[in-house]
């Protein structure tokens, strides 16, 4: 319990600190505004303990979208952590109390998935940060799951590359690029099919209860592992980009569970030193 209470206490300072600036930034359209919250998660993984193994390499070219499996809501502060990224999240988030407004801070947007009439209205709006410079992650399963199976990509809102080719004047391609997360250990040992829910928040877990036991775990290991980015002009087809990376998604997935945790040496004891002889 003291341990949740000092992380709590640190985040809220953290939080204090840096929020002058995340406004000004986002008031004045400045490039703090995507800069501090990459910080803020950096230090937030520091203060949970969640410890990331990065495979592979982010792509650097613009624009870019990121698609990803979903398994709990630390993938939020693992990717912000490794790039300064946005996300596309269901619009019940924005009304959370704290993380919605937290959600906001860092320019996500919201979508309605039951209405699909708003689908056209969402891709624009992807469309239009990823025209902007921003890298944006779309969680493609539409859901989260266990960490162990990837759900099904759903191609919906991969139009979104369509959009921005159609609207952009300067580019003729949008670079995809799938991204894997396969939480490997919890609290120090590898993570098996019983402790998956202690990491995994999908179904109807309690978010709350949930996130209480991830702060006093003690430590997260996670493998975060990039796919092959492929650039596509406007004539691909969004299910084949949705299926490929899908593809690309679940085989990265299974060879960081395979993996697991990364082997982290151990000191060996100091040599005991030898008794004085006696007089």
């Known amino acids: 319990m003291i341990r949740i209470i000092l992380i709590a206490l640190a985040v809220v300072i953290l939080t204090l600190v840096l929020l002058p600036f995340q406004l000004i930034g986002l008031a004045f359209e400045l490039r703090l505004q995507r800069t501090i919250p990459h910080w803020y998660h950096r230090v937030l993984c520091a203060l949970i303990g969640v410890r990331i193994r990065e495979v ?10 990121i698609l990803s499996n979903h398994v709990s809501w630390l993938d939020i502060c693992v990717i912000t952590a490794l790039a300064p990224v946005v996300f596309v999240a269901k619009s019940e988030v924005a009304g959370w109390p704290v993380f919605g407004w937290l959600a906001k801070l860092q320019r996500t947007i919201f979508i309605n998935r039951q209405a699909r009439h708003q689908t056209g209205a969402a891709t624009r709006e992807i469309a239009g940060r990823l025209l902007g410079g921003d890298a944006v992650v779309l969680f493609a399963e539409g ?8 759900l099904p990509f759903r191609s919906s809102l991969v139009g979104a590359v369509h959009h921005a080719l159609g609207a952009g004047t300067h580019h003729t391609h949008v670079t995809v690029q ?20 202690r990491v995994a928040w999908y179904g109807d877990a309690d978010l709350i209860p949930h996130l209480l036991h991830v702060l006093s775990s003690g430590a997260v290991d996670v493998t975060v592992s990039w796919g092959e980015a492929t650039a596509y002009d406007i004539g691909a087809d969004r299910k ?40």
Do not use: C, H, N, W
Request: no cysteine; hydrophobic share 35%.
């Open 56 to 65: 592979g390499r982010r792509s650097t070219a613009s624009p870019t979208l």
């Open 178 to 197: 799938p991204m894997s997360l396969a939480y490997v250990g919890f609290g120090g040992v590898p993570i098996g099919r019983g402790l998956r829910e």
């Open 143 to 150: 859901t989260s799951s266990d960490g162990i199976r990837v």
């Open 240 to 279: 084949a980009i949705a299926r490929d990376a899908e593809r690309s998604v679940r085989r990265m997935t299974a060879a960081a569970l395979r993996a697991g945790p990364p082997v982290r040496a151990i000191s060996p004891p100091a040599p005991k030193q030898p008794l004085p002889e006696p007089a």
